[in-house]
């Protein structure tokens, strides 16, 4: 069930069939690009896994979840007295 799904419904798939029967490129080249894509992503995860992990403090964990001047007054955390406020600019 699970591979029928993926064969039929899998966008990347479906795509790339596309690109193909509208001869944009061939099989080879979207395989280069694949590989290329798996190169980028892999180096990209060696250099996170050696750095160190962030400090767990609010300000980190809730910084960057919204867009600024979107965020609202304040996020609760996991226990009523963990809330973080956001600076208001």
Known sequence: EIQRMRSTQDPIAGLKQKILDWEVAT?????????QARENVDAEVKEAEAMPAPD??????????????????????????????????
């Open 27 to 35: 099989e080879s080249e979207l395989k280069s690009i694949d590989k």
């Open 56 to 89: 767990a403090t609010p300000k980190i964990l809730f910084e960057d979840i919204y867009v600024r001047g979107s965020e609202p007054e304040y996020l609760r955390g996991r226990i009523p007295e963990e809330n973080f406020y956001y600076e208001k600019n």
